[in-house]
């Protein structure tokens, strides 16, 4: 959630008015998470295409939602940015569950007139073993890791958003370094 400043308003006012049917309201909400999503979720599912798919979904699903929804003002346990991220990492997971990786040979090698050759593609290497090392993590663990290192969520957060405890959470992560450590070592 982004904080109130000079009047602006805060998420879950916009969205109590997106369930009242205010669509510029609505619109507000999607410029201010859209963006971030997208990261959470192309690092979720390695893939831009289905990221924009996925947060489209997330945000339809919160305007279907939005009647019901109850934020903490209300008694509900979730800030709205909480339970957006949490909707996007679902279907994030589900669709990981249903679609194949996409193979190695299917990647684009390197342009032969680019600047620093060698360093750009020792990058793109590492980066490629660090994004396959991530995507071979359980979904749990790798949720875990997009929301510490990409969305820069607290634990507390990040925990509430995959409905899990502090601890509970810690634990995933701490199991998720440790796998990717091994797994980058032996690569």
Do not use: C, K
Request: hydrophobic share 45%; proline share 3%.
């Amino acid at each position: 959630m982004l904080p109130t400043q000079h009047g602006e308003d805060t998420d879950e006012s916009l969205y109590a008015r997106v369930a009242r049917g205010d669509r510029a309201a609505f619109a507000r909400l999607v410029g201010r998470h859209r963006g971030r999503l997208g990261a959470v979720v192309t690092r979720m599912t390695g893939q831009a295409a289905a990221a924009e798919d996925i947060v489209q979904e997330t945000f339809v699903r919160a305007w279907v939602q939005a009647p019901g929804w109850r934020g903490r003002q209300d008694g509900g346990t979730a800030r709205f940015a909480t339970w957006l991220t949490r909707i996007a990492l679902n279907l994030a997971i589900d669709r990981a569950r249903r679609v194949a990786p996409v193979a190695l040979d299917a990647i684009a090698e390197p342009e032969a007139g680019e600047a620093n050759g060698e360093a750009l593609l020792l990058r793109r290497e590492r980066a490629t073993l660090l994004a396959r090392a991530v995507a071979s993590l359980p979904d749990r663990q790798r949720a875990a890791i997009t929301l510490t290192y990409d969305d820069d969520l607290p634990n507390a957060e990040a925990a509430a958003v995959l409905g899990t405890t502090v601890g509970a959470f810690e634990l995933l992560l701490v199991r998720a370094r440790r796998t990717l450590r091994q797994t980058l070592q032996d690569a």
